[in-house]
């Protein structure tokens, strides 16, 4: 075999049409061979070669002879010195950090971890067994792809929704998926799939991680997987496990496929990924990778530097400081940008990227690399504001183009709805975008990303069916998953035949799907919350790769009823401009007159006063958007406008009749939706007209203009005209009248 110079970029095994290029990079390594094999079977490399060609790092050399499919792993050579953190082992293959794709997948065996199980000294020891017969294996590969008009959809983040979904739980069990193809990459761009996600009307899908996972050999050895898949293996390799194919070449390039499919479909593609660790855990972890490539350069260690510092909870953390290293994630983001076409990125418990020394860094480099690089500045960034380390917890402290995850929203619209006193005040400032988070830095509403659950915790169903965590089936004694829910069982712990506790349940799920759908910022679903699915009480479930994760789609009437609600308030928040600020709310009056872009009412119609804003125990409050008032312009440089619409929301436990407001320039109100009952008739209902909101519910009513400002309205082209509105789908229910049982109300928590 013909072995010719090579360059050292780019790094990996990249086919150029002749030949391939070998390139990796080790600081500290005194040797390195890279090894070919000839099949996933293999127990050994057919051929060894010595890499002698090094520049500024990088190891390299370029084979002639070799072509897309060979299979390929490195030995590196250097000190065993544990205590100095080095942990350089020539008797293990080793993964390229930049492979593109997994020929052969993790095979657990003692051979590949570094040290000897059975010796005193621990991780101190050295074992020299090989573990060329287990260890994973990267795979050359043809990147070429027709994607033809493919375009990224880009839509703008305020008129984002997003849909967060496990690729293989979300069509797994879908009965109209073709069987083959449920629980992959094809199955999540089946037409069956897209043609339910444009019902629904969400903007984005973010998919749980898909880089090529390791399934934690603990794990492996109670049957079950890393199922949620935070346990990165391949930063560049989409996972095979999602392949209807199961073939590495095929893998990647049904992935591009759905992407193509999904953009066709004009939804964007965002992926949840993880870069503050890897896979090999701490210092009992085992030697797959970059612990035997150069453990000090990829790592941060502890002062004890036989040790990790784990801000993640996972063993170990990558060292930002390392330029390599964030070499290697930025080239890792541009991949999946430029080859891969997704449009953002989801970054799990990102403080942990901005460590640059100890403290969380808000202009760590890895930002300020962010910002100044072309192609990932363009695209959707979102992150995890916490971690597990001191000075973690970052919620707004993000510095610009970066959005989210807004963990105050969530834990307040919970306590809320659960009936708390003392989280009104906090709970408008969450409906309004959380500007108190993100105002101070110039950032907008939509760096909110709103949700009330996500893949890690309770589904919406289990939120109003549970009061603490049912874990058990994950092997650790129910000792795992967090205490500190926020939830309510409404008054029976689980499935319950109780016709009152369903119903109340039922009602529930509708207000903080509406709260959720109508607040400023943009909203994040969780898969399955618009059906009910249940995790049965598990608020941990990520090593299970099952029917406990995977969607059921056989719906029950109330099912269908809460996706039907579903897609009729995302319809809402999509034509009505209110609900999509670009900017917040300034409360400003117009000469003089009260007449604003928001006001804040009591039950009894009146303005909230400070006494009231300071009440310890607020439950029920109304939101008035003016529609007129919204101060802002289209791409086209004219004003939005939109109906005025009046939200009411009661977290208390019994009903209340709340005075309409009067506002200028109404002659009444029309309700649109209401979560308790059957909107009545079709005449407006004058300013004044006690409504009767019932327990724990929420309404929505549009403000109604005398006929002469109806047609002077319909001018403006921006005007969402109040006949559009009247065509959404509101579900209507009625519910029985009494929620009690035995003359005891259940529904107080």
Partial sequence: MRVWRGRPYPLGATWDGNGVNFAIFSENAEAVDLCLFDSADATAEYRRIRLTERKDMVWHCYLPDVRPGQLYGYRMHGPFDPANGHRFNSNKVLLDPYAKAIGRDVRWADELFGYKFDDPKADLSMDERDSA?????????????????DRPPRTPW???????????????????VPEEIRGTYAGFASEAAIQYLKSLGVTAVEFLPVFHRLDDRHLVEKELTNYWGYNTLAFFAPDTRYSSTGTSDETIREFKSMVRTLHTAGFEVILDVV????????????TLSWRGIDNASYYRTAPDARYYMDFTGCGNTFLMRQPRVLQFIMDSLRYWVTEMHVDGFRFDLASTLARELYEVDRLGAFFDIIHQDPILSQVKLIAEPWDLGDGGYQVGNFPSLWSEWNGKYRDNVRKFWKGEGGTASEFATRLCGSADLYEWSSRRPYSSINFITCHDGFTLNDLVSYNGKHNDANGENNRD??????????????????????????????????????????????????????QSGNNNAYCHDSELTWIDWSLTDSQKELLAFTQSVIALRKINPVFQRQKFFQGRSIRGQEHRDIAWYSPDGQSMTDEAWNAGFVQCLGLYLDGEMIGEIDAHGEPIRGE?????????????DFTLPAVTGACGWKTLLDTNKLPEGDEPLPSGTKYILGGRSLAVLRLVPPPQEQEEKREPATYVASEVIDKVPILQIDLPPSETRGGTTINQP
């Fill in 158 to 176: 305020h008129e984002t929704i997003i849909y967060e979904a496990h690729v293989k739980g979300f069509s797994k069990l879908n009965p109209h």
């Fill in 275 to 286: 870069y503050n660790h890897t896979c090999e855990g701490n210092q009992m972890g085992p």
């Fill in 133 to 149: 017969p287990f260890a994973p294996l990267g795979r050359v590969i043809d990147t070429a792809f027709t994607w033809g008009d």
């Fill in 644 to 656: 005025s619409l009046l939200v009411l929301l009661n977290a208390y436990y019994d009903r209340l």
């Fill in 481 to 534: 998953g967090s205490d500190n829910n926020m939830s309510w069982n409404c008054g029976a712990e689980g499935a319950t035949d109780d016709a009152a506790i369903k119903v109340l349940r039922e009602r529930q799920k509708r207000n903080m799907l509406a709260t959720l759908l109508l607040s400023q910022g943009v909203p994040m679903l969780l898969a399955g919350d618009e059906i009910g699915n249940t």
